[in-house]
């Protein structure tokens, strides 16, 4: 938006809502010199006026015609009425000035002060007496036209500038109201709106100065929390780099359960052979699912049919991983059974283990010793039918059973290893478990003994400032920047409407001092070519 220089008033006043031509109050300054209100406000020095009475310290300025202070002072004989040994000290001369304390001078929002506006400043052109002197000059000067004809046209002519001349006198009064009447109007809202921007930025100077004591004050807190902390977790023989209370009791619940023999070992999915015993244990449940499948496909699917061949390693897939997963859980109830109540006797879940694994196990040998019994048969018999096609005198006594124990020994092998490693991961499992309940267990009973309650205080104080610290922030109540841009857009459509109302009068004003002037000169040619015609030369010059 457009501004003109120094037509923004500040809220000390506006000489366009006073009137034109009213000239302001001269006060006198301590120094003897004239301040007026818009030049020095009374922020940028205290203003003493004639006769005010000045703190102690100071010397009161006095006219020349004021009589002198009847009340002598007293002399060096009399003594004086009060002993100022007795006089007490006040309480405010004694204190000690805070380096901290708020000075509302250091946040001052650095904004300018621009001068008043008058309606004079925005009509440029000359004033009504100013070309009245010069049509006077000019009217003056009719009575030393000689031709009477020519002067009696001058006359008229002159009378019509003079009435053209009042009609400009009573414009320019008018637009000079106008514009005085405009200014105080539009005054007004830029007034208000350029106060309400000088209030936000002063409150948000203010309440940053604020908020930047209170993090620095905060800082100093949790400094002064940490060293507490150091001394207090030392004395309590805690880490002094503990986080927070829950940390504390965790250490404080460790070391108790070292020094009675119950140590809480690390969980070992961090080392690698426990992951790679994981992995094999995984890899073993679906191996020997594959096994199964495939002994299941050998013993139904005679043909070899793709789909069978499907269900038959699904299915064996299926069976393998539930039973090795029951007996992982049994596993993992046998051992958390010892130690909670509501639960069944030990002994239960491993005769449990013993009977899945059992049957796990003779399901896996009949399904493996019949299927690659039955294949083995059917080899030897197409062997027996070749060779006699090819050696008559071969023997028939030739077992029709032949002993596969080796590959029978081999399958029972895997499949027993694979239900030692779910008994394993269960009693892993379940040793985990317990572990961390008696740790649970411990710390719950620290947390209530209170022996430790200055050290867990102490722990979570730094955290709890550092926090309070974090959600420091001015407030934003009407002061927001949202505010602050609404009154930059109050104070544009002010600004605005004050401009549009000035460039029209102005611009009027301008075309009839422009009109009346061209008059002028019009007539003031024709007056001096009647006084001093041009001489007419030719042959009856002298007739």
Do not use: C
């Amino acid at each position: 938006m457009t501004r003109h220089s120094g037509e923004r008033p500040t809220p000390a006043g506006n000489a366009g809502d006073q009137g034109a031509g009213t000239p302001l109050p001269e006060v006198r300054s301590a120094n003897g010199g004239a301040a007026g209100g818009d030049i020095f406000p009374p922020a940028f020095g205290h203003v003493w006026p004639v006769g005010e009475t000045a703190e102690p310290g100071q010397r009161v300025g006095r006219n020349a015609g004021q009589a002198p202070d009847p009340t002598p002072a007293p002399t060096a004989s009399e003594p004086p009425l009060i002993d100022t040994a007795f006089v007490p000290v006040r309480a405010e001369e004694t204190q000690v000035p805070d380096p901290y304390a708020f000075d509302p001078r250091d946040y001052e929002a650095a904004l300018p002060r621009p001068a008043p506006l008058d309606a004079e400043q925005f009509m440029p052109v000359l004033r009504p007496p100013q070309f009245a002197e010069l049509l006077g000059d000019l009217t003056g000067q009719l009575q030393l036209v000689g031709d009477d004809a020519t002067r009696a046209a001058l006359t008229t002519r002159g009378r019509l500038l003079r009435l053209n001349l009042e009609q400009y006198t009573v414009n320019f009064e008018v637009t000079r109201q106008t514009l005085t009447r405009v200014l105080a109007e539009t005054g007004v809202g830029v007034r208000d709106a350029w106060t309400r921007q000088q209030e936000h930025l002063r409150f948000m100077n203010a309440a940053s100065g604020g908020v930047e004591r209170d993090y620095v004050t905060a800082g100093r807190q949790i400094e002064q929390a940490r060293e507490e902390r150091f001394d207090t977790l030392s004395r309590y023989g805690a880490r002094p780099d503990t986080p927070d209370a829950e940390a504390l009791y965790q250490q404080l619940a460790l070391g108790q359960l070292a020094q009675e023999g119950q140590p809480i070992r690390p969980p070992e999915e961090k080392s690698g052979s426990k992951r790679v015993f994981n992995g094999f244990a995984v890899f073993s449940k679906f191996f020997v699912g594959v096994i199964s499948g495939v002994s299941i496909n050998l013993l139904f699917n005679p043909e070899s049919r793709l789909y069978l061949t499907l269900i038959a390693l699904t299915a064996g897939v299926m069976f393998s991983v539930l039973l090795l997963w029951l007996v992982d859980e049994l596993s993992y109830r046998a051992k958390v059974a010892q130690f909670t109540a509501r639960m069944g006797r030990p002994w239960q879940y491993v005769t449990g283990i013993a009977l899945v694994s059992t049957i796990y196990l003779g399901v896996e040998g009949f399904l493996n010793w019949d299927g690659i019994l039955r294949v083995t048969q059917e080899i030897a018999a197409n062997a027996a039918q070749q060779g006699q096609l090819t050696d008559l005198s071969a023997g028939g006594d030739a077992p029709s059973a032949p002993a596969h124990w080796s590959l029978l020994a081999f399958t029972l092998g895997l499949v027993s290893m694979a239900v030692g490693a779910a008994v394993i991961q269960g009693r892993e499992r379940a040793r985990t478990v317990l572990e961390r309940e008696r740790l649970a267990a411990r710390v719950a009973a620290l947390k209530a003994g209170q022996e430790h309650a200055p050290a867990a205080r102490a722990a979570d104080h730094v955290a709890y400032l550092e926090d309070a610290r974090g959600r420091l922030a001015p407030p934003r109540d009407v002061t927001s920047p949202d505010h602050a841009r609404l009154n930059e857009r109050v104070l544009g459509h002010w600004e605005q409407e004050r401009d549009a109302q000035v460039q029209n009068l102005s611009a009027a004003i301008v075309r009839d001092a422009r009109q009346l002037q061209d008059a002028l000169e019009d007539f003031a040619a024709q007056v001096l070519e009647a006084r001093f015609p041009k001489p007419r030369r030719g042959l009856f010059r002298g007739a």
